[in-house]
């Protein structure tokens, strides 16, 4: 049985926690409007850029002039990972999941035999693969110093992607990023970025006439839509992050004040018990007399 | 036929403008062109130089880099990697973009085939052309 001394220390200690996760909440949710407007000024330029290159691809496809980052090395083999996590901890399960995603998707490929080689983004998804797959890690981006994440972030770790994919490092490229659905619920996300993979039906872009060629066009916008991609996955990432850091910090600060509750109970209880203690001995005492 | 049609002026981080304009100016990867309402629908990458919008309210200039143009018969889409307005471009800004086209150019001249060191150059020479256009100085960008 603690003292009521050490009771009292426990639930001061306890107090300054959920004044600090409170805080620590407020701040993600200011944060987390930002990053989600970010996110939706990002958006058009998205969808157009991946309609025209979806447009594109689909009249190139098949043909025999289609830029390798559409129609791939033609092999199967070595497969690039990137990991985008956060820098900072204390957001819940937002780290874990998307790991736990690229793990499944690493064991099965070195299950099939293939090669496999990491990028991470940000600090805490290093951390954990490092441990298990730190012989695959190739490379690391560190976007700690970023305070608010620009084109020019998405732009360089396009260019080291793209970088290696002429060097032939590579085959197959993966992003693997939490898409944002909400407050509550960050989806984690396998993307394929190399080769370029559209999903739903491309609208007919017989329609337009291109300037260069429809060749030339896409082989300037190809490496340009692979930095989109990563671009709109670093913004859902932040916002996930953002939104993950609300809700755990908002369950902190909870538990805390449910743990102040039960504390201050136990506190009462045997301060009553100690003052009944006392009574008990004054009486028996004055009896005695 | 309608005399307006819709612009929309688009970077990765966000929408610089919408508006219902008149006349636009592009620099396109092959040459310059003016897209007017019910211009034939095509797509036509850009070369780094200055995008006018001519509207009711006036000519507005853009400097713009690299990215695309989608034009439709009613609407006008630039899709540009970096764009801002001629008023907000200052030295400093245009320095460091050529700066990026100098330092893209030497490394193409060490790695790659000469394809890529004519295409680096070319964006190299759009560049100073682009900021003697607005009256910045291209020479201030020592390597």
Redesign the interface.
């Known amino acids: 049985m603690p003292s009521l001394k050490d009771l009292k220390n426990r639930i001061g200690s306890v107090k300054s926690t959920r004044k600090i996760t409170k805080a620590m909440q407020m701040v993600a949710a200011a944060k987390l409007r930002r990053a989600q407007e ?1 996110a939706e ?2 958006r ?3 969808e ?2 991946n309609a ?1 290159v979806a447009g ?1 691809a689909s009249s190139v496809a098949g043909s025999e002039g289609a830029p390798r980052l559409l129609a791939g090395t033609g092999a199967d083999k070595v497969h690039l990972l990137v990991v985008m996590t956060s820098e900072r901890g204390l957001c819940g399960g937002f780290n874990t999941v998307i790991v736990r995603l690229a793990r499944a998707k690493i064991n099965e490929l070195l299950a099939a035999g293939k090669t496999v080689k990491i990028i991470t983004v940000g600090k805490k998804g290093r951390e954990q693969l490092k441990r298990d797959y730190g012989q695959y890690v190739v490379g690391h981006v560190d976007l700690s110093e970023v305070k608010r994440i ?2 020019d972030n ?1 732009q360089g770790i396009a260019r080291d992607i793209l970088a290696r994919f002429n060097a032939n490092e590579f085959d197959v490229a993966t992003i693997f990023y939490n898409r944002f659905q909400s407050v509550i619920s960050q989806i984690p996300t396998a993307q394929q970025v190399i080769p370029a993979v559209f999903d739903g039906g491309a609208e007919a872009s017989s ?6 060629s429809e060749e ?2 896409l082989a ?2 190809l490496p ?1 839509s692979v ?2 991609q990563i ?1 709109t996955a670093l913004l859902e990432n932040a916002a996930s992050e953002q939104g993950a850091r609300m809700s755990a910090m908002d369950n902190a600060t909870r538990n805390a004040g449910d743990m102040i509750n039960k504390l201050t109970i136990v506190y009462n209880r045997s301060r009553q018990a100690a003052i009944t203690t006392e009574l008990i001995e004054i009486i028996s005492g004055a009896e005695a007399l | 036929m309608a005399d307006t049609m819709q612009f929309d002026l688009v970077s990765p981080e966000r929408k610089l403008t919408s508006v219902q304009a008149r006349e636009v100016r592009i620099p396109g990867a092959d040459g310059d062109l003016t897209a007017m309402p019910g211009h034939a629908p095509m797509i036509t990458t850009l070369r780094p130089g200055i995008l006018t919008v001519i509207s009711a309210e006036g000519s507005t200039e853009y400097a713009v880099t690299g990215g695309f143009a989608e034009i439709t018969g009613d609407s006008v889409s630039v899709l540009a990697e970096r764009g801002l307005p001629t008023t907000e471009m200052t030295q400093e800004v245009y320095t460091s973009m050529v700066v990026e086209a100098k330092r893209h150019h030497e490394s193409a001249r060490e790695e790659a085939g000469e394809e890529a060191v004519e295409a680096a150059a070319k964006l190299l020479a759009d560049m100073v052309a682009m900021g003697t256009h607005i009256g910045l100085d291209p020479h201030q960008a020592s390597l």
């Open positions: 970010a000024a990002a058009p330029y998205a157009r850029m025209v594109l620009g084109y998405a329609l337009y006439d291109y300037e260069p030339g066009i300037d916008l340009r930095a989109t671009f």
